[in-house]
């Protein structure tokens, strides 16, 4: 986009901070209180059985208020406008040393598949939406080695001991297979109860992964 082209929507649409309203300097920008309330990265406690096959898992922020009110226009409404605000939050939250580090380990990530069915209708996987330019761009390469064979139930009336055994045998390694020993990343758009991570941790475990650490944009767990 040209910058007088720029300029002029920036004059008739004025860019402004996702939550509040209040106008900002560029579009994609939030206003300094918003982002500092929403961008909070933290490392998410992982019981057992995650600990024998996840490391550690981060959020980059808590799933509510703006954050969520930005997945869930991006997921349901394909509100692809909402991914400039999102990416400006995943810019911030890697100045924090943990978010750093994962970065830096990681020989790959993996998104967390939809099953193809869902995948068509909804056009896009928005784990890799979310993430995909923002690792490119930290020299981690998105790999879509996993695949979601069987459609599964909507996980959240169901108990965690429910999540688990619905989410049994959901995933597979796809035909591509997997080299190694790899250090592998993890990526989805929220965690509740980490069932899913879970479930495609243990197939990226089984196929030799070497580390597995999770990434999700955000959690209802503080
Ligand atoms: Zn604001």
């Not at 099953?115 to 209708?121: L, S």
């Amino acid at each position: 986009m040209g910058n007088w082209f720029e300029a002029l929507m920036n004059f008739i649409f004025p860019p402004h901070c996702p939550l509040c309203h209040k106008y900002v300097e560029n579009r994609g920008d939030w206003c300094k209180v918003c982002l500092s309330l929403a961008c909070q990265p933290h490392r998410l406690p992982i019981t057992a059985p995650m600990q024998s096959v996840i490391d550690s898992a981060w959020a980059l922020s808590v799933y509510r208020g703006g954050t969520r009110d930005l997945i869930r226009g991006l997921k349901y409404q394909d509100k692809r406008s909402n991914l400039p605000y999102l990416k400006r939050l995943l810019q911030t939250a890697e100045q924090s040393a943990g978010v750093r580090k994962l970065l830096e380990e990681s020989s790959c990530a993996v998104p967390v598949p939809l099953h193809e069915k869902r995948q068509r209708e909804r056009g896009f996987n928005q784990a890799e939406l979310i993430f995909g330019d923002w690792l490119q761009e930290h020299s981690v390469p998105v790999e879509n080695m996993l695949r979601r064979v069987r459609p599964t139930k909507p996980l959240y009336p169901l108990t965690a001991r429910e999540r688990m055994a619905n989410l049994s045998g959901a995933f597979r390694l796809g035909q591509e297979g997997m080299e190694k020993g790899k250090t592998i990343l993890l990526v989805d758009d929220i965690m509740t109860t980490g069932a899913t991570l879970y479930a495609c941790a243990k197939v990226l475990q089984q196929a030799g992964a070497g580390k597995i650490q999770a990434l999700v944009l955000a959690s209802d767990q503080v």
